[in-house]
């Protein structure tokens, strides 16, 4: 599996990006979704999608704001963030896994196959 995300970029605070994850070879995984990591901390979920039946995953600082969907006849995963804020700065990796594990959703062991990561930054 390799994954390619793109769409990341300079965004004022309250604006909106949408990040793509383009995947190619097998793709029967049965997790996708999205981590990303600001400087100087760990890496955290903030978004997954439970291939098996469609079920949306979210972190608590992201809910309402952010929307994880896939196009699965294109092999794309999407991440559509709106109302922005500095907090959000970050390297955005999506990621891949094998298995689904639940609750365990958020963890970065579930993933086995990680793309290179997209800035996002937030700045007036």
């Known amino acids: 599996v390799q994954l390619q995300a793109s769409g990341g970029g300079l965004v004022q605070p309250g604006g909106s990006l949408r990040l793509s994850c383009a995947a190619s070879g097998a793709t029967n995984y049965y997790a996708i979704g999205w981590f990303r990591q600001a400087p100087g901390k760990e890496r955290e979920a903030v978004s997954c999608?439970?291939?098996?039946?469609?079920?949306?995953y979210y972190a608590d600082s992201v809910k309402g704001r952010f929307t994880i969907s896939r196009d699965n006849a294109k092999k794309i995963m999407y991440l559509q963030m709106n109302n922005l804020n500095p907090e959000d700065t970050a390297a955005y990796y999506c990621a891949a896994g094998w298995n689904w594990y639940g609750d365990n959703w958020s963890k970065t062991w579930a993933y086995d196959f990680w793309g290179q990561g997209t800035q996002v930054t937030v700045s007036s």
């Open positions: 999608i439970s291939t098996s039946d469609g079920a949306t």
